[in-house]
């Protein structure tokens, strides 16, 4: 049993990177070359390994975030290499924590490009916005820990699930649909002034339209961290209910101001990033009550095979508190798989063969999440979210209200870049 924590990473990264400099015999070039089985390669990719990079946030305010997807990639990893690798080849991760730092996501980038296939996990919207050019420039298929929709036009960002707005459609619709808010309603939304929080805006804006609602919106910093005048404003304003697209810890201070003003009946409605379950070690855990999360990923308690499965093994290896965004770095690794898999019958793994590979892939996700299509350039890959609310009971801290469903507004909606 071992914590996931900052210092087991280090030593993991290391051993990585001694394992690939015993086998990366042209593993680093950018000369394409046939290797074992007839494959085309150039980065990261050898005739007994496959190296995949990680940038996730170890230590910064999405951390436990970032533990948790990481933990996920682990598991993949180990899983494949268990049955044989891909294509002949084990899967080797490069693990680097850039601390949800845009600038020092770059320079991580810049140390691992030349050594790596692709990424397997780009931890959150600001280091995806400074990297983005790069990762295009270098053919490097990359899939972020991020949903904007406004992301979907570049081929090499592979984003595994329902975008920001989409969840956010999905979410109002289930409260509408409970009775919780109805058309005519003021809607607070509290949003990170990022990619993040306006992805997340974009949905509302589009429900409110659609049923003739207001969005009072209330902008903040990642780095705020009380958000009693926020709620202040909303209260005077009216609202009905509050969406959240905000961190972990300011979903916390949101429901408990809500609470100490007296709108503690009113629904919550957050989406992937707002929750984690040390929240329920917190003050707001009584606060939390009326809180719901629309997300593409089956909660960590899920009655699923495949979230079973992957549950066990976690369980087996680290002691860190369990989230459902272990089922998050899973799931993105299952999709990488997918892809690679696809550019081995190709006989073509480099980057560019990897991205290319990429480009009409369709996933079954068992449930883990919905159906993966990435046919239709500039579409989210899925539609379909779960319903989810908080139960200190469940282990993750989360339960399923609601199965995958793709809203009527979800379905009809026109995301920013679709054709």
Not at 176 to 199: A, F, M, R, T
Not at 266 to 276: C, H, K, M, Q
């Amino acid at each position: 049993m071992h914590r996931l924590s900052r210092a087991v990473l280090v030593t993991a990264v290391a051993a990585s990177l001694t394992l690939a400099a015993c086998s990366t015999k042209g593993g680093t070039s950018g000369a394409a070359k046939t290797g074992a089985g007839g494959v085309k390669t150039d980065f990261g990719v050898t005739d007994k390994t496959i190296t995949l990079g990680a940038l996730p946030d170890l230590s910064g305010v999405f951390k436990v975030n970032g533990i948790a997807y990481t933990a996920g990639n682990e598991i993949w990893a180990n899983e494949v290499n268990a049955s044989g690798g891909i294509c002949g080849r084990q899967i080797k991760l490069d693990i680097k924590d850039m601390q949800y730092q845009a600038d020092k996501a770059v320079t991580l980038y810049a140390s691992m490009k030349d050594k790596v296939a692709g990424i397997v996990q780009l931890d959150g919207s600001p280091p995806l916005a400074a990297l983005k050019q790069s990762l295009v420039s270098d053919k490097m298929l990359s899939i972020p820990a991020s949903w904007a929709s406004t992301n979907l036009d570049a081929p090499e960002v592979f984003m595994v699930g329902a975008t920001y707005d989409i969840e956010i459609l999905n979410g109002l619709s289930y409260l509408q649909g409970k009775g919780l808010i109805k058309d005519g309603d003021k809607i607070g939304h509290l949003y990170i002034d990022s990619e993040y929080g306006k992805g997340g805006l974009l949905g509302s804006d589009a429900y409110a339209k659609k049923h003739n609602q207001t969005v009072v919106q209330v902008k903040v910093t990642a780095s705020d961290n009380d958000m009693t005048p926020a709620i202040t404003q909303l209260k005077s304003q009216g609202v009905k209910a509050v969406v959240l697209t905000t961190t972990e810890a300011q979903a916390s201070s949101a429901a408990t101001a809500m609470a100490a003003q007296g709108l503690g009946a009113l629904p919550i409605l957050g989406n992937n990033p707002t929750f984690d379950p040390t929240m329920l070690d917190t003050p707001a855990k009584n606060a939390l009550g009326n809180y719901y999360r629309s997300v593409s990923f089956a909660p960590y308690s899920a009655d699923k095979p495949i979230v079973q499965k992957m549950a066990k093994a976690y369980d087996a290896k680290y002691t860190d508190l369990p989230s459902d965004n272990v089922n998050v770095g899973y799931a993105f690794g299952l999709a990488y798989q997918a892809v690679l898999e696809k550019a081995c019958k190709a006989k073509d793994l480099t980057r560019a063969g990897i991205v290319k590979a990429a480009q009409g892939v369709k996933v079954d996700m068992q449930g883990l999440t919905g159906p993966l299509d990435f046919s239709n350039p500039g579409e989210p890959s899925t539609r379909s979210t779960y319903v989810e609310q908080a139960d200190p009971n469940a282990k993750g801290g989360l339960k399923i209200v609601q199965e995958l469903t793709e809203s009527p507004e979800a379905k009809d909606y026109k995301a920013p870049l679709q054709k």
